[in-house]
């Protein structure tokens, strides 16, 4: 019987070379792969954190017109603000409301903005009464919040209200809010004596 040659051995088994090809291309498809299942999943989180921050200022927003609304005739409302190192802080006090923690009746609630480290601003909610004393962070990652009320003399806003000096509370109040990465949003609030609505603003 005739053994095979050498030639035909070479013929039937891979070189070295194919076997290198192949490999290499094995590594580009996974690697493709790799890449676009981390594409999908980067994605995803996107959606995820953008429908978060969505959501947050839905409540805000629900949080402020519940505030305003329910304002007693009696209730008192200063805005000021002020710069800190190139970020404007504003603070909103509501005096003799029911808390917005437990109802409690004649508080004074703070809407403030404290300046972060590496910049941008984080809105607090603190609530004062004769018994206690409550504070809760609402947002840490801001690049801008700030009120602002409808002067009636002028019909411009402007970045401050004393109820002393302009005789009861504003008719109509404006909130501008940046998240970290998300558009500007603009929400506005009537205030009347027992009612308030937002309107979005663009």
């Known amino acids: ?29 996974l690697g493709a792969v790799y890449s676009l299942a981390q594409g999908t999943l980067t994605l995803a989180d996107d ?7 969505d959501a947050r200022m839905q409540a805000f927003a629900t949080f402020c017109e519940h505030l305003l609304a ?3 005739s009696t ?5 000021t603000t002020t710069e800190d190192h ?15 923690f437990d109802e409690t009746p004649d508080c004074t609630v703070t809407l403030f903005t404290q300046a972060q480290p590496g910049g ?4 607090l909610l603190s609530c004062h009464s ?3 004393e409550s504070s809760v962070v609402l947002f840490e990652d801001l690049a801008q919040c700030e009120w602002r009320v409808l002067q009636p003399a002028t019909l411009q806003w402007a970045p401050f209200w004393s109820t002393e000096s302009d005789n009861g509370k504003p008719k109509l109040m404006k909130l501008i809010l ?7 949003q603009e929400r506005a609030f009537w205030i009347t004596p027992r009612q308030a609505t937002a309107l979005q603003m663009q």
């Open 120 to 123: 941008g601003v984080r809105l």
């Open 178 to 184: 940046t998240q970290v990465g998300a558009d500007t």
């Open 1 to 29: 019987m005739k053994a095979p040659s050498s030639h035909a051995a070479r013929k039937q088994a891979f070189t070295l070379l194919e076997v290198i090809i192949v490999l290499v291309i094995t590594a580009l498809v």
């Open 75 to 79: 209730a008192t409302l200063n805005l």
């Open 130 to 132: 004769e018994e206690r």
């Open 70 to 72: 329910e304002l007693p």
């Open 47 to 53: 959606v995820r954190r953008a429908e978060r921050r």
């Open 86 to 100: 190139g970020e404007y802080l504003s603070r909103m006090e509501l005096e003799h409301v029911h808390s917005p």
